[in-house]
């Protein structure tokens, strides 16, 4: 089985890949054997995590690229496309959030979270179909969330963009299938992240979380390097238009 996990000669793209789940799934997917072109919009994050996969023997290409900007994202799928010979594999990382309670959300507000979680992952997911070779395997990963199935108040905006990524990835699925190229959605739970902060960093509201998690604890970030390499890799071949749900348990009660 472990060569059915093995991503070398393959060419791994990351959305919002200078901090966080972005960041330990770029460098999962390098352990694994793949060039990964880490992304985001600060140099200085998608360089640091370039520095962390080649200090440790893998290889790793930084560009910027904005999620919201269609240039951008076909510039940066065409270019990865040219000077790598090939673009693999897509994991749609990049995605904001907004904390307020419904009646208080701007229109603002809202356009920023749906355009870039549900927005940025179809304009990413359509460009990487356009710039590949239609006739190799090729698979797109989207970040989804617990979110997408439990909700949480003051999120209304998120849990919506994650909801809508989850119905794309079915979508393109379908649409994708002729080409290839398999479509899945990772939902993970709590992570110890900065997108988590609000939650880890208050001992009252943590210990709330914690205890409904079956498995009492959250996750930690190198964690999601598993669910990662397995839906990248020919282990999870003959998935597609699946979400596969990474939360200790919490979205089984």
Request: net charge negative.
């Amino acid at each position: 089985m472990p060569e059915a996990f093995d991503l070398s000669g393959q060419v791994a793209l990351v959305t919002g890949a200078g901090r966080g789940l972005g960041a330990e799934a770029a460098q999962s997917l390098a352990q694994a054997g793949a060039l990964v072109v880490v992304t985001g919009r600060s140099l200085d994050a998608i360089n640091h995590t370039c520095s962390l996969i080649t200090d440790r023997g893998g290889r790793a290409l930084a560009k910027i690229l904005d999620v919201n900007d269609e240039q951008s994202v076909a510039q940066v799928m065409a270019e990865t496309n040219t000077e790598a010979g090939r673009l693999d594999i897509l994991v749609n990382n990049a995605g904001v959030e907004h904390e307020a309670k419904a009646l208080d959300t701007t229109a603002a507000d809202w356009s920023r979270v749906i355009d870039t979680n549900l927005g940025g992952t179809f304009l990413c997911t359509q460009k990487f179909a356009l710039a590949g070779d239609s006739t190799s395997p090729r698979t797109v990963i989207n970040l989804s969330s617990i979110t997408a199935t439990a909700a949480v108040k003051g999120q209304a905006a998120y849990c919506a963009s994650k909801a809508g990524v989850e119905g794309l990835t079915r979508a393109l699925a379908l649409e994708f299938a002729p080409l290839n190229i398999r479509v899945n959605a990772l939902a993970p739970g709590y992570f110890l992240t900065s997108m988590s902060s609000l939650v880890a960093d208050d001992p009252e509201l943590a210990k709330r979380v914690v205890r409904k998690i079956p498995l009492r604890r959250f996750g930690a970030p190198a964690e999601i390097g598993g669910p990662i390499v397995f839906l990248a890799s020919s282990a999870s071949s003959y998935m597609t238009g699946a979400t596969l749900h990474f939360d200790g348990g919490y979205t089984a009660q």
